[in-house]
């Protein structure tokens, strides 16, 4: 490449799959545009996805709030992945609730007053609401400074994420171990949440990925 040429950092239209995003790396401190920080989250996942301490490494003078909201986005996106893979055998009949081990039930937010729905809807209206929330202007007009009441909706949307890891891990495990072993995405979400004491421990309820033994819990319903 000749000295002095722009990289173009965009896959151009009918670009294959294997070449995807196949450009040289950035230094953080070059990337001077409003989504820079998703940029690096993106870059680090590509360089290793399962470099959890890489991936969760937030750059000197970065904004924390803005740092866990970029995140958050990213493993939005990426469990559209999951979902579409999910489609497959979780269907409204076989899966006709929300559940991960045969003692939680959840309930679905989406709805006017939180109630039952099969595990692919909940799956599909949690990441539609997630989104919607990620993508107000009321809430995060900005992508460089967010308020701390804004930060504070994260928490939600992080809890909802996990029941569709947990679903699929109690009742898709086939479907789940090939995603996971391809992306790390539950391993990373869940080192983020824990990292940042977004979720709390009682409600981690997914053994570790290189541990079969599951976590005992209560009976009970779950609301959104």
């Known amino acids: 490449m000749a000295e002095g040429t722009q990289i173009l950092r965009r896959n151009r239209p009918g670009s294959k799959a294997k070449d995807f995003c196949r450009w040289p790396d950035q230094p953080f401190e070059e990337m001077d545009n409003t989504l820079a920080v998703q940029q690096l989250i993106q870059q680090t996942i590509r360089r290793d996805p399962s470099n959890l301490e890489a991936i969760l490494k937030m750059p000197e003078a970065q904004e924390e709030g803005v740092w866990k909201y970029e995140h958050l986005r990213q493993f939005c996106m990426e ?55 990620l993508n107000s202007n009321k809430y995060f007009p900005s992508r460089v400074s967010i308020r701390d009441s804004s930060v504070g909706k994260l928490g939600s949307v992080c809890r909802r994420v996990y029941r569709i890891f947990s679903h699929a891990y109690f009742h898709h495990r086939a479907i789940f171990d090939a995603f996971e072993k391809e992306t790390h995405l539950c391993k990373r979400f869940t080192y983020f949440v824990t990292k940042y004491s977004i979720i709390s421990k009682e409600i981690l309820i997914l053994p570790k990925l290189d541990d079969e033994v599951p976590i005992n819990q209560p009976v009970g319903e779950s609301e959104a």
């Open 79 to 133: 469990l559209n992945g999951l979902t579409v893979r999910l489609q497959s055998e979780c269907k409204p009949n076989t899966c006709t609730q929300m559940t991960a081990t045969e003692q939680w039930i959840f309930l679905c937010a989406a709805h006017k007053t939180p109630k039952e729905c099969p595990a692919i809807d909940y799956t599909r209206h949690t990441l539609d609401g997630a989104a919607c929330l």
